[in-house]
Protein backbone atom coordinates (compact mmCIF):
# COMPACT_ATOMS: atom_id res chain seq x y z
CA UNK A 1 0.00 0.00 0.00
CA UNK A 2 1.64 3.30 -0.98
CA UNK A 3 1.36 6.29 1.44
CA UNK A 4 2.42 9.76 2.45
CA UNK A 5 2.75 10.64 5.76
CA UNK A 6 2.23 13.84 7.45
CA UNK A 7 1.75 15.14 11.24
CA UNK A 8 -1.78 15.70 11.41
CA UNK A 9 -0.75 18.85 13.94
CA UNK A 10 -1.72 21.35 14.59
CA UNK A 11 1.20 22.95 14.15
CA UNK A 12 1.20 26.22 15.90
CA UNK A 13 3.60 29.07 14.41
CA UNK A 14 4.61 32.56 15.62
CA UNK A 15 3.34 35.22 13.06
CA UNK A 16 6.09 36.11 11.16
CA UNK A 17 8.21 33.11 12.08
CA UNK A 18 9.26 29.99 9.72
CA UNK A 19 6.58 27.32 9.41
CA UNK A 20 7.81 23.62 8.55
CA UNK A 21 5.78 21.52 6.95
CA UNK A 22 6.76 17.93 6.24
CA UNK A 23 5.68 14.71 4.70
CA UNK A 24 7.23 11.43 3.39
CA UNK A 25 5.99 8.64 0.46
CA UNK A 26 7.00 4.98 0.58
CA UNK A 27 6.74 4.65 -3.43
CA UNK A 28 10.02 5.05 -4.38
CA UNK A 29 9.21 5.44 -8.03
CA UNK A 30 7.18 8.80 -7.09
CA UNK A 31 7.99 11.05 -9.57
CA UNK A 32 6.12 14.23 -8.56
CA UNK A 33 5.04 16.20 -5.73
CA UNK A 34 2.61 18.52 -4.91
CA UNK A 35 1.50 20.91 -1.64
CA UNK A 36 -1.97 21.70 -1.39
CA UNK A 37 -3.53 24.12 0.81
CA UNK A 38 -7.06 23.59 2.37
CA UNK A 39 -9.36 26.27 4.00
CA UNK A 40 -12.09 24.99 6.00
CA UNK A 41 -14.75 24.14 4.34
CA UNK A 42 -12.76 24.99 0.95
CA UNK A 43 -10.97 22.80 -1.71
CA UNK A 44 -7.53 22.40 -2.06
CA UNK A 45 -5.38 24.72 -3.71
CA UNK A 46 -2.00 24.55 -5.28
CA UNK A 47 0.84 25.81 -3.54
CA UNK A 48 3.91 24.59 -4.92
CA UNK A 49 4.83 21.56 -6.95
CA UNK A 50 8.48 19.92 -6.68
CA UNK A 51 9.73 17.22 -8.93
CA UNK A 52 13.77 17.21 -8.45
CA UNK A 53 16.08 17.04 -5.71
CA UNK A 54 16.92 20.41 -3.64
CA UNK A 55 14.67 23.74 -3.07
CA UNK A 56 12.38 25.44 -4.86
CA UNK A 57 11.18 28.75 -4.10
CA UNK A 58 8.20 30.84 -4.64
CA UNK A 59 7.58 33.52 -2.31
CA UNK A 60 7.32 32.87 0.96
CA UNK A 61 7.13 29.55 0.24
CA UNK A 62 10.37 27.00 -0.43
CA UNK A 63 9.67 23.60 -1.06
CA UNK A 64 12.67 20.80 -0.82
CA UNK A 65 12.51 17.50 -2.13
CA UNK A 66 14.97 14.48 -0.77
CA UNK A 67 14.08 11.63 -2.78
CA UNK A 68 16.68 9.57 -1.31
CA UNK A 69 15.48 9.80 1.94
CA UNK A 70 11.79 9.92 0.66
CA UNK A 71 10.47 13.34 1.97
CA UNK A 72 9.43 16.50 0.69
CA UNK A 73 8.63 19.68 2.99
CA UNK A 74 7.27 22.85 2.80
CA UNK A 75 8.72 26.24 4.27
CA UNK A 76 6.43 29.27 4.80
CA UNK A 77 8.57 32.39 5.64
CA UNK A 78 7.43 35.64 7.43
CA UNK A 79 4.58 33.40 8.60
CA UNK A 80 0.97 35.48 8.55
CA UNK A 81 -2.47 34.49 10.03
CA UNK A 82 -3.69 33.85 6.43
CA UNK A 83 -1.50 31.15 6.00
CA UNK A 84 -3.56 29.10 8.88
CA UNK A 85 -5.31 26.25 6.99
CA UNK A 86 -4.21 22.67 6.47
CA UNK A 87 -1.69 21.61 3.93
CA UNK A 88 -1.99 18.66 2.27
CA UNK A 89 1.22 16.93 0.68
CA UNK A 90 0.32 15.10 -2.56
CA UNK A 91 2.28 12.77 -4.71
CA UNK A 92 2.27 10.92 -8.09
CA UNK A 93 3.20 6.76 -7.61
CA UNK A 94 5.01 5.13 -10.73
CA UNK A 95 1.29 3.58 -11.34
CA UNK A 96 0.26 7.49 -12.29
CA UNK A 97 -1.79 7.54 -8.71
CA UNK A 98 -2.05 10.51 -6.72
CA UNK A 99 -2.20 9.73 -3.75
CA UNK A 100 -2.62 12.53 -0.55
CA UNK A 101 -1.08 12.74 3.15
CA UNK A 102 -3.83 13.61 5.67
CA UNK A 103 -2.77 16.79 6.04
CA UNK A 104 -0.90 18.97 8.59
CA UNK A 105 -3.09 21.78 10.45
CA UNK A 106 -1.56 24.82 10.34
CA UNK A 107 -2.22 27.49 13.06
CA UNK A 108 -0.42 30.98 12.82
CA UNK A 109 -0.54 32.78 16.69
CA UNK A 110 -1.35 36.29 15.61
CA UNK B 1 -10.99 31.45 -17.69
CA UNK B 2 -13.50 28.97 -15.95
CA UNK B 3 -12.65 26.89 -12.75
CA UNK B 4 -13.56 23.21 -12.52
CA UNK B 5 -17.43 23.66 -11.55
CA UNK B 6 -19.23 20.77 -9.66
CA UNK B 7 -23.27 20.68 -9.34
CA UNK B 8 -24.61 20.12 -6.62
CA UNK B 9 -22.63 21.77 -4.31
CA UNK B 10 -25.04 20.34 -1.23
CA UNK B 11 -27.51 17.80 -1.68
CA UNK B 12 -28.60 14.93 1.31
CA UNK B 13 -30.13 11.71 0.47
CA UNK B 14 -31.20 8.35 2.51
CA UNK B 15 -29.75 5.12 2.73
CA UNK B 16 -30.40 3.15 -0.59
CA UNK B 17 -30.77 5.67 -2.58
CA UNK B 18 -27.86 6.72 -5.92
CA UNK B 19 -26.73 9.73 -6.30
CA UNK B 20 -24.96 11.38 -9.71
CA UNK B 21 -22.59 14.37 -9.27
CA UNK B 22 -21.71 16.78 -12.38
CA UNK B 23 -17.94 17.84 -13.00
CA UNK B 24 -16.96 20.70 -16.00
CA UNK B 25 -13.15 20.76 -15.94
CA UNK B 26 -11.26 23.52 -16.81
CA UNK B 27 -11.58 24.25 -21.04
CA UNK B 28 -9.02 22.39 -22.82
CA UNK B 29 -8.50 19.88 -19.64
CA UNK B 30 -8.85 16.58 -20.91
CA UNK B 31 -8.21 14.73 -18.02
CA UNK B 32 -10.98 14.35 -14.81
CA UNK B 33 -10.15 12.94 -11.18
CA UNK B 34 -12.45 12.52 -8.52
CA UNK B 35 -11.37 12.07 -4.76
CA UNK B 36 -13.31 11.72 -1.57
CA UNK B 37 -13.16 13.58 1.57
CA UNK B 38 -13.88 12.49 5.00
CA UNK B 39 -12.50 13.56 8.11
CA UNK B 40 -11.12 10.32 9.12
CA UNK B 41 -9.21 9.17 6.34
CA UNK B 42 -8.69 12.26 4.07
CA UNK B 43 -8.36 12.69 0.50
CA UNK B 44 -8.47 9.39 -1.27
CA UNK B 45 -8.29 9.24 -5.04
CA UNK B 46 -11.63 7.61 -6.61
CA UNK B 47 -11.01 7.32 -10.10
CA UNK B 48 -9.19 9.21 -13.51
CA UNK B 49 -11.02 10.02 -16.50
CA UNK B 50 -9.25 10.43 -19.54
CA UNK B 51 -10.69 10.76 -23.54
CA UNK B 52 -13.69 8.91 -21.78
CA UNK B 53 -11.82 5.92 -20.98
CA UNK B 54 -11.16 5.38 -17.13
CA UNK B 55 -7.21 5.63 -16.84
CA UNK B 56 -7.40 4.93 -12.98
CA UNK B 57 -8.74 3.55 -10.18
CA UNK B 58 -8.45 3.82 -6.33
CA UNK B 59 -9.53 0.91 -3.60
CA UNK B 60 -13.53 2.09 -3.91
CA UNK B 61 -16.09 -0.33 -3.79
CA UNK B 62 -18.31 -1.15 -7.32
CA UNK B 63 -21.08 1.28 -5.87
CA UNK B 64 -18.83 3.99 -6.95
CA UNK B 65 -18.62 4.35 -10.47
CA UNK B 66 -18.09 7.24 -13.09
CA UNK B 67 -17.93 8.71 -16.57
CA UNK B 68 -16.67 10.97 -18.99
CA UNK B 69 -17.98 12.68 -22.07
CA UNK B 70 -16.33 13.60 -25.38
CA UNK B 71 -16.55 17.22 -24.33
CA UNK B 72 -14.57 16.07 -21.62
CA UNK B 73 -17.30 16.26 -18.56
CA UNK B 74 -17.66 14.27 -15.75
CA UNK B 75 -20.30 12.29 -13.83
CA UNK B 76 -19.76 10.53 -11.09
CA UNK B 77 -22.50 8.06 -9.38
CA UNK B 78 -22.84 6.19 -6.07
CA UNK B 79 -25.40 3.31 -6.09
CA UNK B 80 -27.10 2.40 -2.82
CA UNK B 81 -25.92 5.06 -0.72
CA UNK B 82 -24.46 3.99 2.70
CA UNK B 83 -24.38 6.45 5.86
CA UNK B 84 -20.08 6.27 5.51
CA UNK B 85 -20.81 7.79 1.96
CA UNK B 86 -21.41 10.90 3.83
CA UNK B 87 -18.46 12.97 2.67
CA UNK B 88 -17.04 15.61 0.12
CA UNK B 89 -16.73 14.62 -3.31
CA UNK B 90 -13.94 16.85 -5.15
CA UNK B 91 -13.64 17.02 -9.01
CA UNK B 92 -10.23 17.78 -10.32
CA UNK B 93 -8.85 18.19 -13.95
CA UNK B 94 -5.68 19.03 -15.82
CA UNK B 95 -4.38 19.36 -18.91
CA UNK B 96 -3.83 15.56 -19.38
CA UNK B 97 -2.89 13.89 -16.02
CA UNK B 98 0.43 12.92 -16.46
CA UNK B 99 2.91 12.85 -13.68
CA UNK B 100 5.95 13.79 -15.79
CA UNK B 101 4.06 16.22 -17.42
CA UNK B 102 4.39 18.84 -15.15
CA UNK B 103 0.25 18.70 -15.22
CA UNK B 104 -1.24 21.06 -12.36
CA UNK B 105 -4.21 19.54 -11.06
CA UNK B 106 -6.94 22.14 -10.11
CA UNK B 107 -9.82 21.29 -7.55
CA UNK B 108 -13.65 22.09 -7.89
CA UNK B 109 -15.54 23.46 -5.22
CA UNK B 110 -16.68 20.20 -4.11
CA UNK B 111 -19.93 18.74 -3.64
CA UNK B 112 -21.15 17.81 0.38
CA UNK B 113 -23.01 14.90 0.30
CA UNK B 114 -24.83 13.93 3.25
CA UNK B 115 -26.37 10.45 3.87
CA UNK B 116 -29.32 9.69 6.10
Known amino acids: QKEVEQNSGPLSVPEGAIASLNCTYS??????FFWYRQYSGKSPELIMS????GDKEDGRFTAQLNKASQYVSLLIRDSQPSDSATYLCAVISRDDKIIFGKGTRLHILP | KAGVTQTPRYLIKTRGQQVTLSCSPI?????VSWYQQTPGQGLQFLFE???????NKGNFPGRFSGRQFSNSRSEMNVSTLELGDSALYLCASSVDGGRNSGNTIYFGEGSWLTVV
Open chain 2, 27 to 31: SGHRS
Open chain 1, 27 to 32: DRGSQS
Open chain 2, 49 to 55: YFSETQR
Open chain 1, 50 to 53: IYSN
